[in-house]
């Protein structure tokens, strides 16, 4: 009999190689890799006693680990079942990006009439990134451009906020990018975003963004919706 693979092993040779970080940020953002590439796949356990043995620590920062993954939508805890990988939801994905859309037209109004040469160059680079990058780096270069095309908004609640719903949506959209837009198609949006913002026309900036967030969020949806039919089907 073949045995399964343990997807704990590779995390934690990974954990061995960064032990000089914060042991919470670094098994924070081991689990959180593994859950957004689909290492670990939706509904998987978190046990705390093999984990904690694997990564040669106590369940003190593993379990400070877990609390933060659960605020970040990546980590549910059933009491008396313990901490599992989140499922993957569509009305999530659609609250997300519902939420995304007021935030980032807001942003990018106030953001061009203020655009500074610097910011463009900066986002013409990292758009030009995103065409090759590997599909695990999508979802934290895709946040390094919209970032860098709001940051001259100055408004930083507004920032952090929205980086809080990125991270949220960052596994969704990895599922976007690894299975639905394989060719990058949505990094010509990028670019007519990046047009309207040089071209100092906010409200043509508003019009693209708005129609680029709803679109993917819409694709995803569709995609996440077929997923969950998928496997309801293969358990039936």
């Known amino acids: 009999m073949t045995s399964t693979p343990d997807p704990f ?104 009439p203020v655009m500074t040469p610097a910011a463009l160059d900066e986002a013409a680079r990292l758009i030009d990134l995103f065409d090759t990058a590997p599909t695990a780096e999508l979802g934290q270069i895709n946040w390094m451009i919209h970032s ?5 908004s100055e408004r930083e609640l507004s920032l952090q906020m929205l980086q809080g719903l990125h991270t949220h949506a960052q596994r969704y959209v990895q599922l976007h990018m690894g299975a639905v837009d394989r060719e990058r198609d949505t990094n010509a949006e990028h670019r007519a975003i990046l047009a309207a913002c040089r071209a100092g026309d906010t409200e043509g900036a508003v019009a693209t963004l708005r129609d680029h967030l709803e679109g993917i969020g819409q694709a995803i949806c569709i995609h996440v919706e077929r997923v969950i039919a998928q496997r309801a089907k293969s358990r039936s």
């Open 9 to 112: 092993a590779d995390l934690a040779a990974r954990w061995e190689d960064q032990r000089p970080q914060s042991k919470v940020d670094t098994i924070i953002g081991l689990l959180r890799d593994a859950i957004v590439s689909g290492e670990l796949p939706p509904n998987m356990a978190l046990r705390q006693d093999p984990l904690a043995q694997r990564f040669g620590i106590s369940k003190i920062p593993l379990r400070e680990a877990l609390a933060r993954l659960e605020g970040e939508g990546f980590v549910v805890t059933h009491p008396g079942r313990g901490a599992f990988v989140t499922d993957l939801r569509a009305e999530r994905i659609r609250e997300i990006f519902q939420l995304r859309v007021v935030l980032e037209t807001d942003l990018i109004a106030a953001a061009v």
């Open 148 to 152: 860098t095309l709001y940051s001259p």
